[in-house]
Structures are given as structure tokens and as C-alpha cells.
């Protein structure tokens, strides 16, 4: 499969390279050449499918005949090796747990994927690769533990100092092997720039990959996430509503790639904090990125959704197709407080900030008689312990997942300026 890219200045790509090099040269970001929707049959006989089934399916035509069928699905194998089920919540209204991965984040499947890609295609080079990341919490866990292990790569990654939770700094800091953990001082945004700048650095000739959201092999398989809850609600016979609590709008894109793969999806609903540069796009038609505000949902505080554009492209770059399809709605964090509460009391679910901002954009669209909402929950309540804990009446209990790390004492190389992330990368 070939992928080319958003600002159609550069040539054409393998998925091999559009997965090492994460952006094409022009800036912009890699799209799949064609999408050729599934077998009717199939997807009319999907519950008769496992999910490992149902991952082959839905990702093989965007990866070809690049990796051999064998390996690919003992990739899949190894990244959907957990539940992923939809929890009802009331009469309409179900939730998608994708929490029950080893970081307990939906995170968890697009970097298991896009790792274990990586290491089969760097097989036969001698040079290693490293894999450069900036988090501010929920992807540097995810990525060091996809990464973990993988043959002829590196993963080093740059953390805010006091600025994650404990149990996000315990999964980035005591795995070892061949993850180093970077403890900036400094904000998130310092962390991101000193990666912009070591990408930018010709002095340092070895070769740097990022593992955000952008790449395709992280983003094509969020995908399975919606035909999985598809096979578990093809039994209530209604049209399905999926509303995600988005920030730079990888998940939801995926599960607009479903829709176009054959699901029968009737709506999607974006749901975001007050970084809200979508939803105002959808009110006035003007697309205007902001710098990006903190809220209680965190892993949604993003002011400029790098994966806007590609929907757009789904939707042929039309707002009226767009609209007809898609919503999006902006929810307060007194409001997410709120709602946890409510869906507490109504159901005694414990949601994390992020699933309720989900909850919130199913109760702003309005669900009709004969139609069933989905929301997201992308990550266990435990990750987001202290605002649960102080919003409802509950105390959390903490996974066994998590358990295993909390004990592990904290690795990390302090660095407070890029020379000191220049000196490591040129060292190791
Ligand atoms: C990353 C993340 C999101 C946002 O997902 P996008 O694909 O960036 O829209 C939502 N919730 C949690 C918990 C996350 O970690």
C-alpha cells in the first residue's frame, strides 16, 4: 500500500517508510492511497469472527505485502491480546473500555503495533533505531512498555519532572532495557521542543523516528477498537453512536476509517475539553489552533488536533458531508466533574475524566429511540486516581498492572536544556 502525503508535496511512500520516517518530508501527514471497504459477508458474520480475525482483516490492505502475512498476525496477536469490552451503562448507552491493556490506556495497542512494525523492518540493519518521545503523561507509559524489548531499537523519552502522576513516572521510569527515561525540567512543551530540535540537528547522524499519533502504524489500529464493539452490538439491532473524548483526534479518524471499511456507524461525536478548535471550526467554518489549555482530562489538551486534517480528507474536504456524519462539542472541567457524578449515582460506574467528557457528547447530541451510544473509556479511573477520588465516593482500587510497577524504584537521566539531550543522544 502506498501513502501520500497531506500536503501533496512529496512523492509517494511505502508503509514501511511512512512508519520509520512518521511525517513525510513536506510536513505533512501520510494518508492510505485507497480504502477498499470489506466484504459485506464478513461483516455481516462478524460475531462469528475472533477479534485477532477481525484485526487482519481490517489493517492488511494498509500494510500489503510489506510484512508476510505469518508475521503480521503474530503482531496483531501480540497488540489485541486484551479485552476490549462495552460495559452497558443504562437502557442506550454503553461504554468501551479499552483500559485493560498493560497501561491501562487505549494507547496501549497503537504503540504495541507500530513497535513491533518498527523492529520487523529495521531486522536486517545493523544501525539501531531510536525513537525519540515527548510526553505529558499517558503515551511515554504506553510506548515504553510497546517498545520494550524490540530488537535494533531505542526509546528514549522526555517527561515534565513533577508534572505527571506517580504511577504515569513509575511506567516511564522502571522498565530499563531499552527504554531511558529523560526527566526535564521543565513543562510538557519544553519536552516536545527539545525533540523538534533534535529531529532538526544534522550533527546527530543517527537515525531518530517519533512515536506520536501521527504515525500510520500507531493510528490505522485504533481502528480494531470499533469493529470490536461493532461484533458486540449487532445484537441490539440499533444504529450505533460513538462519541470520543478526542485531543489530537487520532481514535476518533480510525473510527471514521471503520465507517468507510463497511461498519455501519450512523454517527460520530468528538468530544473535547475546552480546547475546543473543532468544535468551533463546526459552528463557524474557521479552523483556528490555540495554544493548548490544562484541564482535568489532560490527555486531551491539545490546541492544534493533528489528525483534523485527516478526517477532513475522509469527508473529501466538504463541512456539509462532514456535518452529516460528525459532530463535536466542548464540555468545562465543572461540568466532566459533574457528569462523573451522575453516572455514579445512575449507575454506579466510576468514569475517568476523559470517558466523562465522552458520556457529555452523547447527552449533548441526543440519542433517538432507535439508536445506541458508544462512549470511550480511554483509560482506568486508577490513572487519573486523584481527581476520581476527590470527585466521587469511591477509592479506587489499584489494578494488578499497576501494582507491579509502583514498587519498582524510578530510573531517570535529569536534563534541563537540549545540549544535555544533544549529549545523550550523541553518547548512547
Ligand atoms: C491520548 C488520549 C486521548 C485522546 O486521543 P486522541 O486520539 O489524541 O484524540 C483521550 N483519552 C486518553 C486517556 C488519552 O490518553
Redo the contacts with the bound molecule.
Keep these: 500500500m502506498n501513502y501520500y502525503s497531506l500536503h501533496h508535496k512529496s512523492p509517494k511512500t511505502t508503509f514501511k517508510n511512512a512508519v520509520i520516517n512518521g511525517i513525510a518530508q513536506d510536513r505533512g501527514l501520510y494518508f492510505p492511497e485507497n480504502i477498499t471497504p470489506l466484504s459485506k459477508d464478513f461483516i455481516k458474520n462478524i460475531e462469528n469472527y475472533s477479534n485477532y480475525e477481525i484485526a487482519f482483516e481490517a489493517i492488511k490492505q494498509f500494510v500489503g505485502d510489506e510484512i508476510p502475512e505469518n508475521k503480521l498476525k503474530e503482531i496483531i496477536a501480540e497488540t489485541v491480546s486484551f479485552d476490549f469490552p462495552v460495559v452497558p451503562i443504562n437502557k442506550n448507552i454503553g461504554t468501551l473500555e479499552l483500559f485493560h491493556g498493560p497501561t491501562m490506556?487505549?494507547?496501549d495497542v497503537g504503540a504495541k503495533f507500530m513497535a513491533k512494525c518498527l523492529e520487523f523492518f529495521n531486522k536486517d540493519n545493523d544501525d539501531e533505531v531510536t525513537v525519540l518521545v515527548a510526553t505529558s503523561g499517558?503515551?511515554g507509559g504506553a510506548v515504553a512498555n510497546g517498545f520494550l524489548g524490540a530488537k535494533g531499537v531505542k526509546v528514549v523519552i522526555l517527561y515534565p519532572s513533577g508534572k505527571v502522576s506517580d504511577i504515569q513516572e513509575k511506567q516511564l521510569t522502571t522498565l530499563g532495557q531499552n527504554i531511558t527515561a529523560l526527566e526535564v525540567d521543565g513543562v510538557f512543551d519544553d519536552c516536545q521542543e527539545m525533540v523538534k530540535t533534535a529531529f532538526l540537528d544534522k550533527e546527530i547522524t543517527k537515525t531518530l523516528t517519533s512515536a506520536n499519533?501521527i504515525n500510520v502504524a500507531r493510528w490505522l489500529p485504533q481502528m480494531f477498537y470499533f469493529f470490536f464493539a461493532y461484533k458486540q452490538l449487532k445484537k441490539h439491532q440499533k444504529e450505533i453512536v460513538f462519541s470520543v473524548?478526542?485531543?489530537?483526534?487520532?481514535?476518533?479518524c480510525a473510527g471514521i476509517m471503520a465507517q468507510k471499511l463497511g461498519l455501519t456507524i450512523k454517527h460520530f461525536i468528538a468530544a473535547t475539553n475546552v480546547n475546543d478548535t473543532v468544535p468551533n471550526y463546526m459552528l463557524n467554518g474557521i479552523y483556528s489552533p490555540k495554544p493548548s489549555k490544562a484541564t482535568i482530562s489532560n490527555?486531551?489538551d491539545?490546541g492544534n488536533p493533528s489528525?483534523f486534517i485527516r478526517i477532513q480528507e475522509l469527508f473529501n474536504n466538504d463541512i456539509t458531508l462532514l456535518k452529516n456524519n460528525f459532530s463535536s462539542f466542548s464540555f468545562t472541567d465543572e461540568k466532566t466533574k459533574e457528569t462523573m457524578q451522575n453516572i455514579y449515582k445512575k449507575s454506579e460506574y466510576i468514569s475517568d475524566p476523559?470517558g466523562a467528557v465522552g458520556y457529555l457528547g452523547l447527552e449533548k447530541y441526543g440519542l433517538k429511540e432507535n439508536e445506541y451510544g458508544v462512549f470511550l473509556e480511554?483509560?482506568h479511573p486508577v490513572k487519573f486516581l486523584d481527581i476520581v477520588e476527590e470527585t466521587l465516593p469511591v477509592k479506587v482500587e489499584i489494578p494488578p498492572q499497576i501494582q507491579k510497577v509502583i514498587h519498582k524504584e524510578k530510573v531517570a537521566i535529569k536534563a534541563s536544556t537540549y545540549e544535555d539531550l544533544k549529549a545523550f543522544l550523541m553518547k548512547n
Excluded: E, L, Q, R
Design positions: 490506556a487505549f494507547k499517558d503515551t499519533s473524548p478526542s485531543g489530537n483526534f487520532g481514535n476518533i490527555a486531551m491539545v489528525n476523559h480511554t483509560a
